[in-house]
């Protein structure tokens, strides 16, 4: 039995580390590089913190009986597919702590059945509604729940959607912070009300696919010894990156899952600035870190950078070693890991489980992720304990319903040349692939991993099977039916000659259906390695539109697509009556579109992203090539804050059709802006220290204590424990260094437990930084008039120009959807908070308000603000 890796307690050759304390002639390479600076020791949680009092007096009392065995049980996951879930933890079965199943993700919950796939996040975000966004989070935070799921391995704020082509932007929501940061908050109360931990992630720079992994790339043939380092420079990561997770942790999430490239040169989950300093201490994050599955990469290191959880808890899938379990376990007793910090892990992942209502009293696990046969090895990877492992218990509720009205109220109306919203028309001709069903059945691909057929869900770990699809072809035939309509379909792109036979006949209204897909970078599709290889539509989609149109002068094109696509060559065609972005959909893709397209939902849905006119045009893009020899591929974000539509104002990049933007059946009129001005008062950077850091209980010192119990049960085949094989400890560690003095190789600080001086820009006891930063500035108001003839829902906008010569020209700054009946006024409402208005300062680690003129727009779109009013 080895339970131990020889690396495993050392600091290894983290950056981080490395950058302090080696002089080897790699690292003077590495000092040219963008760099992360430490940031030791790891804050401990705040048992007064605002929110979280009584999950931390739960927590208390419950880490408070703990053995470290069962500490560290909590702490290390127990090997890839060693349980039923993606992820699983050790128990406590002695105080009736069953243990924690961590699930994904994103549009549902993965590998299992009789559940639903929710529309994705792009799409939720596109309805720019914050209901329809929380009612989201918390259905799928029940039907987690209902599965025996501990953890929900969403929502996603990065990808942000740095570039346009990302695989996964599709999990997360929008390019824009604020849009994100609202979508991140609704989601995880969703989540969290209903009863499970939610978990942001990935923090922070996971913004491609390529160089993710240095294994999946090398199965790529990139030859890479180290993953991508993304390079981001302190105010860009305030300003941008780090904007939605400060909502995140705002909302009380419970968990965060670290990433696995590296940030400026050092990795994401033992970034010791990024966990320790940004998450912990700036923010002051209470929940618990996990690694990104095999994102780890030390023992001690992680562990005193501020990693909580070891995710799937095994050094690489399936090898049964672990940088935690048994070694956590030896780094504790041995002094390498100071005790406060694994008390601090135990307790951080206690609070959020007793935070979300949790009590002792989970369900059973009812699913299994890795087959859906109803009996099987309970342990997967190791073949053992054959028993019922799925009970296919429904999950679903009524949320079809709710699915529906989501994915209607997200889809975008980019053009309408009064072509929408159909009226019983005479003769429907339906085309495209896009339309239809995937003839190998909508669950076919291995999570998800081609493009075939109606393109509702894309690839990766964020998907979920379907428990039905209902095509676009069939809810629009079933529609035309009851209409008297006269229907065909052709549900391929390439059947060119029947198709011209349909769409050229008189009184044709041709819908074309088309889709760009991508996904995450463990599946290529086409030879798209997670990430698109373009932004062009797949499947021939443009020949196919144009081909149509050159024929039928009805032409309405619907794309499903995981994010921005060129429509520049055929946009503007006078045939082409009418474009509409449907995003991924999910489970009721057909109806939700139809919905839309007859009108029985004015459709509301604004662009999350900028339609730029070329790939060149949104100045920033993946990485496809390794660019730094076989080291770590170097992505420097030059751009700073000027991503998607902020870019297209600042570099007057041609576009075609701007963030923000979107069509409704009826019209608005916005006038009338009023700004009320609050006295927020000075802000003043928060001062004082933290207690030291505590301990909950003790152990015992006797390695005699920590041996495996192989008399009270058996050991199973790759499976991590916290045990150790044999009593002597340099033994058990299989450690050629083992019994170094952990001074030696721990940065400086990483082992101090006295108090420790607050940050400026944190906020002493409330999660989210300091508490001025939220005090209200201005509250703005403007009259909408609904001035067509059906009722309509509008999203007014607020912009900003904050007016310093390195700002954007406008951000988004908040927004509210409103329901106006015809002929009525409504009056929108805003806030601006002194966040709203701030800049970052490298320099004094703090926000600040420039002294640069500011001015608040409010409109239809980042470029329709029709509304302007100066912020004295
Ligand atoms: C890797 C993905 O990056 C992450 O999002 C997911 O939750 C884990 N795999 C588990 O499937």
């Known amino acids: 039995m080895k339970l131990t890796l020889a690396l495993a307690v050392l600091a290894s050759s983290s950056p981080v580390f490395a950058g302090i304390f080696s002089s080897s002639p790699q690292l003077n390479k590495r000092a040219e590089l963008a760099y992360s600076p430490p940031f030791y020791p790891s804050p401990w949680m705040n048992p007064d913190a605002d929110g979280w009092e009584e999950a931390y007096a739960k927590a208390k009392d419950f880490v408070s009986q703990l053995t470290l065995l069962e500490k560290v049980n909590l702490t290390t996951g127990t090997g890839w597919a060693s349980e039923q879930c993606v992820g699983n933890t ?17 549009m549902g919950i993965r590998g299992t059945d009789y559940n639903s796939v929710f529309p994705s996040g792009l799409t939720a975000a596109a309805t720019w509604d914050r209901g329809l966004i929380n009612k989201r989070g918390y259905a799928m935070g029940a039907e987690a729940k209902g599965k025996g799921v501990t953890v929900l391995l969403g929502p996603v704020a990065g990808p942000l959607g740095r570039a346009p082509a990302g695989g996964r932007n599709w ?3 929008s390019p824009d912070p604020v849009l994100t940061g609202v979508s991140m908050s609704e989601t995880i109360k969703g989540i969290q009300d209903a009863g499970t931990i939610a978990c942001a992630k990935h923090w922070v720079g996971n913004e491609q696919e390529h160089f993710r992994q240095v294994g999946e790339a090398k199965n790529y043939g990139y030859n890479i010894s180290e993953t991508l380092s993304s390079n981001i420079d302190d105010k860009t990561m305030h300003e941008l990156y780090m904007w939605p997770f400060v909502d995140a942790v705002r909302a009380g999430v419970g968990s965060v899952m670290c990433v696995y490239t590296q940030v400026n040169n050092s990795y994401g989950c033992q970034n010791s600035k990024l966990l320790n300093g940004l998450l912990k201490d700036e923010l002051g994050f209470q929940g618990f870190v996990m690694s990104d599955w095999q994102a780890q990469h030390t023992g001690a290191a992680s562990a005193v950078a501020g990693l909580d959880m070891s995710m799937p808890g095994d050094t690489e899938f399936n090898t049964g070693v672990s940088f935690w379990g048994t070694n956590l376990t030896l780094a504790v007793l041995n002094g390498t890991v100071p005790e406060y910090r694994i008390d601090d892990m135990a307790m951080r992942i206690m609070a959020a489980y007793f935070k979300v209502g949790k009590n002792l009293d989970e369900e059973d696990v009812n699913f299994s992720f890795w087959t859906l046969d109803t009996y099987g090895p309970l342990n997967w990877a190791a073949g053992k304990n054959i028993q019922q492992i799925n009970g296919h218990v429904d999950v679903r509720e009524n949320h079809g ?29 339906v085309i495209g692939e896009d339309a239809g069903p995937n003839i190998w059945g909508p669950n076919s691909c291995d999570n998800r991993g081609c493009d075939n057929g109606t393109l509702a869900l894309a690839w990766g770990s964020g998907t979920a099977n379907f428990p039905y699809l209902i095509t676009p072809d069939s809810a629009l035939q079933a529609q035309a039916i009851r209409d008297g309509s006269r229907y065909e ?5 390439y059947a060119w000659t029947y198709t011209q036979g349909l769409v050229k006949q008189a009184n044709a209204t041709a819908i074309v259906f088309v889709n760009a897909n991508s996904g995450e970078g463990f599946i290529s599709v086409d030879g798209n390695e997670g990430d698109r290889k373009n932004l062009t539509l797949w499947k021939n989609g443009d020949d196919l539109i144009k081909n149509v149109s050159s024929l039928c002068p009805n032409t309405i094109v619907v794309i499903h697509s995981t994010g921005p696509v060129l429509v520049t060559d055929w946009y503007d065609s006078p045939n082409v009556t009418a474009i509409v972005w449907a995003g991924l959909p999910g489970q009721e893709s057909g109806n939700s579109i139809t919905d839309v397209l007859y009108g029985k939902v004015n459709p509301s849905g604004k662009s999350p992203f900028t339609w730029g006119k070329t790939r060149e045009s949104y100045g920033t893009d993946v990485l496809y090539e390794p660019n730094n020899g076989e080291g770590a591929p170097q992505q420097d974000y030059t751009e700073g804050v000027f991503i998607d539509y902020r870019h297209f104002d600042k570099a007057d990049a041609p576009l075609i059709y701007e963030f923000g933007h979107g069509l409704s059946y009826t019209t608005f009129k916005y006038s009338n802006i009023q700004v009320q001005k609050s006295n927020a008062g000075t802000y003043r950077p928060t001062t004082g220290e933290t207690a030291p850091a505590p301990t909950f209980g003790n152990f015992s010192t006797d390695y005699d204590d920590y041996v495996f119990p192989a008399d009270d049960f058996p050991y199973i085949y790759q499976y991590i424990y916290p045990y150790l094989n044999v009593s002597d400890p340099k033994k058990a560690s299989a450690d050629p260094f083992y019994g170094e003095e ?23 006891n409330a999660p989210g930084g300091n508490t001025q930063l939220y005090d209200v500035f201005y509250t703005l108001t403007a009259d909408i008039e609904n001035t067509g003839d059906v009722v309509g829902e509008e999203v007014a906008q607020l912009y900003v120009s904050l007016g310093g010569p390195d700002d954007p020209k406008v951000v988004l700054r908040d927004f509210d959807k409103v329901r106006i009946e015809p002929g009525q006024t409504v009056q929108a409402r805003f806030t601006l908070t002194r966040r709203d208005l701030s800049n970052w300062d490298p320099v004094t680690q703090n926000w600040f308000v420039s002294e640069y003129p500011k001015t608040a727009y409010i409109g239809q779109s980042s470029r329709k603000l029709d509304l302007e009013a100066k912020l004295d």
């Open 90 to 106: 050790g128990g406590v079965p002695r105080l009736g702590l069953r243990a924690f199943c961590l699930q994904d993700a994103p």
């Open 171 to 173: 999990e997360g929501f």
């Open 401 to 429: 319903a709710l699915i529906r009205e989501i994915a209607a109220k997200g889809t975008v109306v980019l053009k309408n040349e009064g072509a929408l919203p159909l009226k019983k028309p005479r003769f429907l001709a």
């Open 489 to 493: 379909s052709v549900l391929s792109n």
């Open 742 to 764: 952990a001074s030696e190789f721990l940065p400086p600080h990483a082992l101090d437990n006295g108090s420790q001086p607050l940050l400026p820009a944190s906020g002493k």
